[in-house]
């Protein structure tokens, strides 16, 4: 059986889903060389190669070209690792990081987004031979929306992806990162509300925002305490978390955090929302506060100071969230099925 890797994330800019792509499909390539990545154009990556098919892009390259070029295989299975697939192909097992655009109420997504995905989301999980996800939360929300088998449904933990620390470009003030800023379930409003909290303790508020266009876009205001960046490179953003102060994760709703792993792994304090699934995968690492409540925040602004991440916690991270160890994983169950 051929196995098939869905490259269309090779062609988007880099936020945590794309990141897990990409770490799973380097250690994936360990196990199996000769597994075929397949892209809606020519992507070079150093060490890798890919196949460009179809004349399409996006959506319309994975629910058309990609299918097409699927017909003419005769044993295969597709592997997509980025929450969607195509829909009129059966040999797959899918990716679902979480399932946010299901959420009562919410109004984090276009309405075109979230209406393709309550369109597709259900119909991939359903036909897929094996679904992964992040988090056990996110697992009990698939079998709950979903009425998906549990037994049907593994759990991959994200890894952390060594990034190199480029040196140089310091900035000369203390501070605080918060990411993908323009997406409302992230919060930041109310962060940037409580602005005066984060000052009053000597910090600036670094806000990235996320080039993803699903969302509906938070404005933000850049001001003397509020630094705006309206994207950065991978590299440039491992520099800025690297001299931060702290990570502020203040989300709705997450199926995993990955920023609060990266936080961690670089020693970073995190000020993270009281979120179930953060204290499944971080325990008592990050320091919590309670949901828009801003004297929980305050207190939790106050305890950065003196937030030491242990040497011996950071090696315990690196060792359960591995792709080395996710991507083996995979295969395993890719194994059992071929």
């Known amino acids: 059986m051929k196995l098939i890797i869905n490259g269309k994330f090779l062609t988007q800019k880099k936020s945590g889903v794309q990141n897990f792509a990409l770490g799973i499909m380097d250690e994936l390539i360990k196990i199996e060389p000769n597994i075929e990545i397949l892209t809606p154009r020519s992507v070079h990556i150093e060490g890798i190669k890919t196949r460009s098919i179809g004349l399409l892009k996006g959506v319309l390259w994975e629910q058309i070209s990609l299918p097409i070029y699927l017909l003419k295989q005769k044993d295969y299975l597709l592997i997509s ?38 369109l597709l989301i259900p119909r991939i999980v359903r036909k897929a031979k094996l679904i992964f996800t992040v988090s056990n939360f996110s697992k009990t929300e698939l079998v709950k929306y979903y009425n998906i088998e549990a037994e049907k449904i593994m759990i991959i933990p994200n890894g952390y992806n060594e990034m190199p620390v480029i040196e140089g470009g310091r900035l000369d003030f203390k501070y605080v990162m918060l990411v993908s800023s323009n997406n409302p379930r992230k919060n930041a409003n109310w962060v940037i509300e409580n602005i005066d909290v984060i000052t009053k303790n000597g910090y600036k508020l ?42 502020i994760y203040p989300s709705l709703y997450e199926g995993f955090g990955i920023p609060i792993l990266e936080s961690l792994s670089f020693g970073i304090p995190v000020v993270a929302s009281n979120l179930a699934v953060f204290k499944e995968s971080f325990n008592e690492l990050p320091i919590y506060f309670e949901l828009n409540n801003s004297n929980s925040f305050e207190k939790a602004i106050l305890e950065i100071k003196n937030k030491v991440i242990d040497a011996n916690d950071i090696i315990k991270l690196r060792v359960k969230f591995n792709f080395e160890k996710s991507a083996k994983e995979i295969y395993k169950y890719i194994s059992e099925l071929r």
């Open 81 to 118: 690792l980025c929450n969607s697939a195509p829909l009129f192909s059966t040999n797959n097992i899918v990716t679902i990081h979480d399932l946010a655009f299901e959420q009562p109420g919410q109004k984090w997504f276009t309405t075109k987004f979230t209406k393709w995905y309550k």
């Open 206 to 247: 670094l806000v990235l925002n996320n080039p993803e266009n699903s969302y509906q876009n938070v404005t933000i205001h850049a001001t003397k305490s509020i630094i705006e960046y309206s994207y950065v490179s991978n590299e440039e953003y491992f520099k800025l978390l690297s001299n931060a102060s702290a990570m």
